[in-house]
Each structure stands twice: as structure tokens, then as C-alpha cells.
């Protein structure tokens, strides 16, 4: 198991700057997920720290030694892509044993390794099979069954699950992470989905225009965001952000309820929200509304449980309560997290 | 229309009603119409040159017409075929295609693969690289064979020049006491000579063909053929070649069947020459059956190996669907 470790890695392809100074480490046997919006550099830095890609400045550690210089293939560092590049004229089980012949592993180990490897990843059935015969599922199986039989020290998943039907990918997505705690080897996972960041990391990195946002526990970044780009970027629906006397104030729309439903909450802060919309979402609804006054006139979301729905209507202007322990405050101009100011 | 009433009024919702679908059916839009003329220039075109000269030729094979009488076909059976074999010019001729149209085939093979390993790398001056390797296939024949005879020239041949410049020949060196090197004017030089035109002017057709193949293979494949920790040779020995492998076969095939088939680098250069040392079959055809005359002999020389060339493409295309199943 390994540590990896990025420090002050900056990458530029000509003007561009892709990466400016990443610095960050695992630890050992975590699964760490990389997320951001779509150009944010998160595939760059996969692929800086593969060796797929020179950096322009810094350095890659594993194990605290430097490998920057060393080419891929001198890293030990297995990558599952988004497209898995089988090697399409090669049967499963010629995929899978590639890895090991490329690293003169014996012929009877590497047979003993692939039958675990297909054994752990329950692909038996299909060693004979051509690429082109196989599923979404199966190949992304017989990907990770290729990455995990020559045991690497360090996985690295560059969306592995964004070409699967939304109905397989709950499935792999259990499955990954049974994988990562069976071998026990560092993960690092990238995504554009925040929902797949935050439910299968340990912690999770946000990444925002070649730079990292925040890097902690799902919950830290749900409950603590440190800027405005966590908050917003975070959470189904995100935070609702809203300008008030000189600073941004922040709350989770499950936080804000009417004031009918809990007449008995003390210490909060009061909204007049103008309801435009209300939406059922099964377990919970949805409501659409504007806040306006001292806030101007901005959108906001809040979650309403069942008892509470019956105290809204579509049209009205309702007094909604956010407690004053559940506000996050940022700066204006900056958009980093600051002390709590009065509402 | 009960959606007018929703939308708020006709016009006034911007949405006017949709013109009815209509009744008239012009000739472009019946298929079969439209099929057949569309097709028939390419059926006209194959029954006429295609394969009216072919069964013509297997006809004119098996009678004794000459150039001065074609219409007297007095069926002769396999007599143009026997008597060929016994003339010295064909023995030559049959020996100097297969050799010529075997080395060709692994020069080829091997030199498309070298150009097409580089050309899907990126490197300065890539573009001006494809169009001078595309060049060779732009060039008219006759006008490239001006440019090699004067390479390939008795007396005058910057190749020689060159040679001697660095001392390799002349008198006294390695390459013989002679200034020259006679290159059309000796049996292997000439048969080497038409060989490397030959190479020379079909490898721009394979390397594009097999480019598109190999530029069609995902960069993230080898990506992940480096991670897994293969060297350059294992690379393209096991994920470049087989990958490609159909798209060789096909690319060399096509490319040997014309050279097989053509006359014009000999004709234009060594002629067959000296003696019958560079002769081919293709050009042995033309002399025989239409500067000498006997157009059935022609014939029969010209259809030779037709029953092999047949099996060979037969042979390699069910290969290369066997691999793509």
C-alpha cells in the first residue's frame, strides 16, 4: 500500500494553464476522490501523476520517493480509463495476462494471478470472450481485473463509470469500492459527479479551475464548505447562497423550513420567501421561491419533509426560519469562509 | 385544435398551423427508379471494361488469332499454353514476376509499417513530411521514369557520382574497377532497380491506407499499454500490428496485384533487358501478343497465373475476415 503525495505540481500547455501549484497526499489504503466541474484540470493531474504527462513544476511522490522522472511504466501506478482501452483484438484473458508478460511474470504464476483476478471480479465466465462481445459492465470488469492482477501500489480511476446506464452504475460503483476494501490498495478516483465523490471517498478533493478547492470527509465539505464554490458545487440541490450586507450567507435547503411547521425553534434567522413553485420528489418536496428585501430579490431552494408541506402554498409569501447555528458566512469578494456575522 | 385554447389563441402563440403533408411523389423519391440509374454507370462500366476483356482474353487464349486476323477463331485448346512454356523469355519472365513481386511485398510491408509508425507520431515538420511521402503516388509513371533513368543512368547517374565521391567506386575500391555501375544494363541491378521503383511509387497508397487504420486506434490504448509496461516492440508487435493486421493484408494485396499485373516500370526503364534477364510476364504479354503479333499467345501468357493470383487474394481476404470474426 502506498502514500502518494503532489506537491506544488503546475502544469501549462502553452498559454494555458492547466494545474497552478496542486498540493496534496493520500493516505495509506485510502480511497481519495479527485471531483470538478468539467475543464477543471482533475484528468491533467491524473495523468501527471501516471507519468502520462510531464509537469511543468512540481513533483509526484510515492512512498516518498520522487518518481516524476520515471516513465509510467517504472511507477507501479495502475489507471482504469474512462473508455477502459481494452486491447480490442486481445480475448479477456489475454487482457488481463498482458500486464504480466509485459513484466516477464512465469507462466504458471501468471496463471495462478488471473484466475484471482477474475475469480475476485467474477469474470470466469467470459476469459474467451473478444472485447466488442462484452458489456458496458463486463469490460469495465475485465479493466479493473487487467489493473488489479499485476498488484499495483496505487489505482488511479479516471471516470470509470460515466459510459455505464445509470441502472448498472449503482452497481459498479458498490462493486469499486467492495474492490478497493478487499485489496486494500490507494485509490485515487476522478469524477465530474459530486453525488459519486461524495458517496464513495473517503475524502474527496474539489478541484475548480486548476486549483484545489477543499479537501476533506464528504461531511466536512457538506457541513463546512470553505468557499462559495464548495457550497454551491456540493449537495442535490447545492447550498443556497445569498448576498447580505456586505457578506454571503449560506444554507442547506433542507435547513430552511417554514415557520408554521416549527413554531417552536429558537435562535434564527427569518426569511419572507415568495413560494413560485413546489416540486415531489418521493421521500421529500422541493420549493422553488425568491427571497427578496435586504437579500434582493434572489432564488433560494429549500426541502420540505412531509408534515411540512401542507403549511405552503404556490403564490404566497411565507415566513421560512434557517437556524442561526446551520448559517455559513463568506467573504464577498473572495468567496472563502469567514466568522459568522449578524442577520 | 383543442391545444388552441390552452396556448392562448392561434397567433398569438407564434405557431402557425403546419401545412398538409402532400400527395405528389416525384421521381427521386421512388427507390427503385432512383437505384437502378444510379447504378447502371457502374454495371456498364465493369460489363464493358471489366469483363467482356477478360472472357474476350480467355477466349482469344484458347484460338490462334494473331494481331493481323483476330476474327479467325479456330479453337486451338491448351496449344498457346504448352508451347509458352518452352521459350526461354517466359522461364525468365515467370522466375523475374514472382521474384519482383515478392521482394516488393516485403520491402513494402515493411516500409509502410516504419512510415506509418511515424507518421501517427507528432514531430516538427510533420506536414511537409506526409506531402513528400504522398508525392511518389501524384507523379505521372512516365514522367518518374525520367527522373530514375537519369538516376539509374549508364554514364551519367548521380548515384555513381556519389559513390565515387565517397570512394566506393572506381577503380580500385570495393564496388569494382569500372566508373559505373550499369544498374539497367545487369541482371539483379535491373531486377533490384525495378523492384525499388516499384516500392517506390505504391508505398504512398499503403501507408495511407494502413494510416487511417492506425490513426483509428485510441491514443488511450497504448496509454495503457505503457502503464501495463510495454516496451516499443511488444507495443507494436501485439497491440499496433494485430490491430492492423486486416488492413495490411488488404493494403499489400492490392498494392502487389497491380504491380504484378503492370508493365510500365520495365517497360520504361530496363525493357526486359539484357537479354530477357528483367523480363516479366506482363511485359512478355505485350511483346508477344501485340508487338509480335500472336494476340492468342499474348492472351494465354497474360492469363498464366491468373488461377493463382485468384486463390492468393481468395486466401488473404478469408484471413482477414477470419481475424475480424
Known sequence: MAILEVRGVAKHFGDFSALNGIDLATREGEFLTIVGPSGCGKTTLMRVIAGLEKPTAGAVLLNGKVVTPLPPRARNIAMVFQSYALYPHMSVVDNIAFPLKARRVPKAERERRIRWAAGVLGIGGLLHRRPARLSGGEKQKVALARAIVRKP????????????????????????????????????????????????????????????????????????????????????????????????????????????????????????????????????????????????????????????????????????VVPRAQLRFFDKETGRRTAPAPV | MRNETVLGGGAAGGYEEPSQCSEHVAIADRDGVVGTIMLAPAVIYVIALVAVPFFLAIALSLSDATVGNPSAHQFVGFDNFTSMIYEAAFTFALRNSIIITAATLVLLTVLTILQVELLARDFPGKRIAQILLILPWAMPVALAAIGWLWLLDSEFSPIDWLLRAVGLLGPGTVLGPANNLYYLGREWLGIGAVVVINVWRTLPLSTIIVLAGRTAIPNEVYEQAELDGAGYFRTLFQITLPALAILLIVAILFTVLVIFGDMTVVALTTRGGPGYATEILPYWAYLKGIQGGALSQGAAIALFLFPVLLAASVLALRMAYRREG
Open chain 1, 153 to 320: 501500489s496505487l489505482f488511479i480511476f479516471d471516470e470509470p463509470l460515466s459510459s455505464l446506464d445509470a441502472q448498472v452504475r449503482a452497481m459498479a460503483r458498490a462493486e469499486l469500492r467492495q474492490l478497493h476494501d478487499r485489496t486494500g490498495v490507494t485509490t485515487v478516483y476522478v469524477t465530474h459527479d459530486q453525488i459519486e465523490a461524495v458517496g464513495l471517498g473517503d475524502r474527496v478533493a474539489i478541484m475548480q479551475a486548476g486549483a484545489l478547492r477543499q479537501i476533506g470527509s464528504p461531511q466536512e465539505l457538506y457541513y463546512e464548505p470553505a468557499n462559495t464554490f464548495v457550497a454551491g458545487f456540493i449537495g442535490t440541490p447545492p447550498m443556497n447562497l445569498l448576498k447580505h450586507a456586505g457578506a454571503t450567507v449560506g444554507f442547506r435547503p433542507e435547513h430552511a423550513m417554514p415557520r408554521a411547521a416549527v413554531p417552536q425553534f429558537k435562535d434564527v434567522a427569518t426569511l419572507q420567501v415568495c413560494i413560485t413553485r413546489v416540486e415531489f420528489l418521493g421521500s421529500e418536496w422541493l420549493a422553488y421561491g425568491t427571497v427578496d428585501g435586504e437579500f434582493g430579490n434572489a432564488k433560494v431552494l429549500c426541502k420540505l419533509r412531509e408534515e411540512a408541506i401542507g403549511k405552503v402554498k404556490v403564490g404566497e409569501v411565507q415566513e421560512f
